[in-house]
């Protein structure tokens, strides 16, 4: 994959004016766009259609995570929109994940449209293991065995790939094999401030951890010159081992 198409950059904006001059800028220079529920509830659907006709293709990132039939129609709609990616928890279960992933085949196959990619998200990072001892009542397991498990069931059902912490990315890609997709936030370049995130990663360790696709954000979006900082950011994808 060319570096460039490993980029995702999060539309972090909620009005359509700044989400649509951000993609006019980036779309040379990145290979998605993440629409958040910020953005896709101030501006609706119309905006991934948006997004498309300026030349950019779109993750929606709005984690479903419902019963399988409303799942499963949600996922038919987003395929029919032209979304390239989009996501749901794994903790919906494998009934859910499996009817979405049969019907946005079927859905694909009918209009005669790539498949988008379906996405599981595990466990949030910002779930911390006595949370998931307290709250959630999963106990036992470490934050990473419970999502690598996820990440299994998903792939079993035939979601494609996963959204994880780069923490996660080389047990997820040693558990789940080579095809299976990993997109990892929680990104920043050497140069680039952490703003508030936490537990970061470079974009080049990112891609030799096992990444398929990176999503930034502020280091690109609120840099002075935005076009230099993913030129940047391409150059140091360019030059990892991967
Ligand atoms: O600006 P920044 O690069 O921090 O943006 C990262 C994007 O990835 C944001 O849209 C954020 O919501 C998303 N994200 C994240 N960490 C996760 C999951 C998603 O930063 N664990």
Not at 49 to 68: E, M, Q, T, W, Y
Not at 144 to 164: D, F, T
Not at 214 to 231: E, K, L, M, Y
Request: overall charge neutral; some cysteine.
């Amino acid at each position: 994959m060319q570096a460039k198409e490993r980029i995702i950059l999060a539309l972090d904006v909620d009005s359509r004016q700044q989400a649509l001059s951000l993609v006019k800028e980036l779309a040379p220079y990145v290979g998605m766009f993440k629409v958040g529920m910020e953005l896709f509830n101030s501006t609706g659907p119309a905006i991934v259609s948006a997004i498309n006709d300026c030349g950019g293709r779109v993750f929606v990132d709005l984690k479903f995570h419902d019963i399988p039939n409303t799942v499963a129609s949600a996922g038919r709609v987003l395929t029919r929109l032209n979304c390239a990616m989009f996501n749901v928890h794994a903790a919906g279960g494998r009934a859910m994940m499996t009817a979405l992933s049969r019907e946005v085949r079927l859905e694909a196959e009918r209009l005669g449209v790539a498949v988008p990619i379906t996405l599981a998200v595990t466990v949030l990072t910002s779930i911390s293991q006595p949370e998931l001892e307290k709250d959630m009542l999963i106990s036992g397991l470490s934050v990473e065995e419970v999502v690598v498990n996820w990440a299994l069931a998903a792939k079993e059902c035939g979601i494609a790939g996963v959204v994880c912490s780069p923490h996660e990315i080389a047990a997820i890609r040693r558990a789940c094999g080579a095809d299976f997709k990993i997109v990892s936030p929680g990104i920043r370049p050497a140069w680039s401030e952490a703003h508030d995130q936490k537990r970061i990663t470079t974009p080049a360790q990112a891609v030799e951890l096992g990444a398929d696709y990176i999503v930034i954000g502020r280091p690109i979006t609120a840099a002075s010159d935005r076009v230099a900082a993913a030129q940047k950011i391409i150059e140091e994808l360019e030059a990892a081992k991967c």
